[in-house]
Every structure is written in C-alpha cells, then in structure tokens.
C-alpha cells in the first residue's frame, strides 16, 4: 500500500471514529474520550486498537461492533477492532472537546489529571450551577468510573467522572 493512500485511509477511519458515540455516554464520541490508541496497517487489513475505559465497563463488547459497523456502513469492511488493557486507558486521555461535553450534559469531568501529585479526588465544581460545594452520595454511579454527588446550593444530583 502506498504511504499516500495509507494516510488518506488512517485520516478517513480517524474521522469515522469521531461519530461513534459512546453507548453509555451518547453525548461524547469514543475518540473524545480517548478510547482510540492506534489505527494502522495490519498484513492485508486495518486493525483498530481501542482502550475500555473500565476493565469491567459493561459496554466492552458492544463497543467494537460499534466501530466495525460504523466502518462497514461506510465501506471499510476489513478492519480487525481489537480492546487493549495496557497500556491502561486514563481519564487524561478525554479531550479538552470532551471534557466540555461531559460537563454541558452535567457530567462533572475530571478534577485535574489522575497523574497530578494533589489531585483531589473530588468534583471542581457543580456541572448544573458551579457551585463548589458539594457532598458525596456514592463512590460508584450509574457506571463504575463514575461518582455520585449531590450539589448542596442547587440541590440537584450529579455524577463526576473520577480520574484514573
């Protein structure tokens, strides 16, 4: 395969990952949350390697046959979607874009990096009012990479997206 044609591929599989959402997040493309680590040249088809956000994330087998459909439909049909544990995906791995969509679906995003010394393990501030006072309800949300907090100004419940 030339280089030429081999970057005009990568470019267009790169562009179709941005419109697979996540399931459990449809707001936020896998590519926004930093789920593809590399898209490349493989033998005689491509290969897509992909990070889970949560080794038990519940969606780790639907979201290959997310992709694979989402490039099938749009003519790449031999292409191998592989879910890679290691290195192991990060929430330093989102997007600045992704981060402001967890937040504007009121998703706290992530309170700094999960490599930063004083990451506090905490919201910054309320994704509904920005209220910085807020309390735990449950170290596990609705999924387990996220928390549940409620807003003690507004009252209103939220989840945050803790850092790993």
């Not at 493309?29 to 080794?55: F, K, Q």
């Not at 930063?116 to 949300?141: A, F, M």
Request: hydrophobic share 35%.
């Amino acid at each position: 395969m030339e280089r030429d044609q081999e970057h005009i591929i990568r470019k267009k599989i790169a562009g179709l990952l941005h419109e697979v959402a996540d399931p459990e997040i449809p707001i936020i493309s896998i590519v926004d949350l930093g789920m593809v680590i590399d898209i490349r040249p493989e033998n005689s088809h491509w290969r897509v390697d992909l990070a889970p956000t949560y080794s038990g994330c519940p969606a780790i087998d639907v979201i290959p046959i997310l992709v694979k459909t989402h490039l099938a439909e749009a003519g790449l049909d031999d292409i191998q979607i592989e879910m890679e544990i290691s290195p192991p995906w990060s929430t330093d791995w989102i997007s600045d874009l992704g981060n402001q969509k967890l937040l504007n679906y009121g998703i706290a995003p992530p309170n700094g990096r999960a490599a930063d010394q004083e990451y506090e393990g905490k919201p910054r501030s309320c994704p509904q009012c920005g209220s910085v006072e807020t309390e735990l309800i449950s170290n596990y949300g609705a999924t387990p990479c996220k928390a549940s907090y409620k807003c003690l100004s507004c009252l209103e419940p939220f989840e945050y997206f803790k850092c790993f």
